[in-house]
């Protein structure tokens, strides 16, 4: 009993503060001033909204992906050097495969050309 009353108040208090917040962060009236892009004191020169190639965007998210990658090899690496056992190569191995998999869709697709 007391730990549901516990968890009602806890939510209660979350909810309360999140209402609160919302109201208290509220944007009051537009500025034109503070709507236009800063560029060190001086009127704009352009529009801010440049675009930018692709190719950088999908470089980048593929630079994101192997890290995340790298990262998640690591506990393989310390499992291999403590001992073996069958469920931890069966689930390098599943892991080695699906990013290798992924690697060859990566190419099949042209996403690691550089040049066109």
Known sequence: MVLGLSIVF???????????FMVLSEKRGLDREKCSPY???????????????I???????LFVVFD???????????????GKSALGILSSSGFLFI????????????SLEWVN
């Open 99 to 110: 990013l290798f998999a992924g690697l060859y869709h990566e190419y099949r697709e042209g």
């Open 10 to 20: 806890v939510w209660t208090v979350c909810f309360l503060f999140t209402a609160l």
């Open 68 to 82: 995340v990658e790298v990262v998640l090899l690591m506990p393989f690496v310390y499992m291999f050097s403590y």
């Open 55 to 61: 190719r950088f965007f999908l470089v980048a998210v």
């Open 39 to 53: 560029e060190c004191g001086f009127e704009p020169i352009g529009s801010a909204r440049s675009s930018f190639s």
